[in-house]
Nanobody, 125 residues
């Protein structure tokens, strides 16, 4: 499956963005999907996970109650709503997918076979 992330941009602290991840080339409803991010000079970190049907979802503590993951399998798309953004949310955001990943590995980026190119989110103060 191929993944194409979009929706990033420059936003002020407290602002919002909605990231999209469009999939092609596979039966998307079979894939578990996650979002990761990486800031310059930092390790790649888990942000959110969404299961095949749209539930359950899991979030990193740093984004819980601010970010919301959703998906529309009919449109082969996954979304990540980013609200109340902080400067520390500045990073490149990647959507990833895998059809065989097990639940205990869902926050480990190396376990995902398919990656998009990412979309940049920059939060200014």
């Amino acid at each position: 499956v191929q993944l194409q992330a979009s929706g990033g941009g420059l936003v002020q602290v407290g602002g919002s963005l909605r990231l999209s991840c469009a999939a092609s080339g596979g039966t998307f409803r079979n894939y578990r999907v996650a979002w990761f991010r990486q800031a310059p000079g930092k390790e790649r970190e888990f942000v959110a996970f969404i299961d095949r049907s749209g539930t359950p979802t899991t979030y990193a503590d740093s984004v819980k109650d601010r970010f919301t993951a959703s998906r529309d399998n009919a449109k082969n798309s996954v979304y990540l709503a980013l609200n109340n953004l902080k400067t520390e949310d500045t990073a490149r955001y990647y959507c990833v997918a895998d059809s065989r990943i097990i639940t205990s590995q869902k926050i480990e980026f190396r376990q995902y076979d398919y990656w998009g190119q990412g979309t940049q989110v920059t939060v200014s103060s």
